[in-house]
C-alpha cells in the first residue's frame, strides 16, 4: 500500500524559513513531487524530482527560494522553503508517480498546511 505522509508545515513569518518533509513507503518512485493549494485557488505544481535527485523542476513563482531534495535511503522527500511570503500560504501535498513524470501526481498525501503572516 503506498503512503506518503508530509510533516514540517506551520505559521511562520514573512522572510522565514521552513523544512517540509515526505515520508514515502510501499513502492519506489521514479518522480516526486510538491503542489500547493491555497484557500479559494486551484491546485499548483511547486516542484519535482527524479530518482537519482539530478534534474529538478520549479513553478517561477518559488523558483530561487524552494528546493527539492530526496533522500532514497530514508524514502524521503523534502521541500526547503526560504524567504517565504504570504502568498506562500497553502496547503501543500507530497505527490509521487511510478514512471518519470514533470507533474508526479499519481500518488498524493494528506497535505500539510503552511501559514506566512506577520
Known amino acids: 500500500q503506498v503512503q506518503l505522509v508530509e510533516s514540517g508545515g506551520g505559521m511562520v513569518q514573512p522572510g522565514d524559513s521552513l523544512k517540509l518533509s515526505c515520508a514515502a513507503s510501499?513502492?519506489?518512485?521514479?518522480?516526486m513531487g510538491w503542489f500547493r493549494q491555497a484557500p479559494g485557488k486551484e491546485r499548483e505544481f511547486v516542484a519535482a524530482i527524479t530518482k537519482s535527485g539530478y534534474t529538478t523542476q520549479y513553478a517561477d513563482s518559488v523558483k530561487g527560494r524552494f528546493t527539492i531534495s530526496r533522500d532514497n535511503a530514508k524514502d524521503t522527500l523534502y521541500l526547503q522553503m526560504n524567504s517565504l511570503k504570504p502568498e506562500d500560504t497553502a496547503v501543500y501535498y507530497c505527490?509521487?508517480?511510478?514512471?518519470?513524470?514533470?507533474?508526479?501526481?499519481?500518488?498524493w498525501g494528506q497535505g500539510t498546511q503552511v501559514t506566512v503572516s506577520s
Open positions: 505527490t509521487a508517480s511510478s514512471m518519470w513524470s514533470a507533474r508526479p501526481s499519481d500518488y
Open positions: 510501499g513502492r519506489t518512485f521514479s518522480s
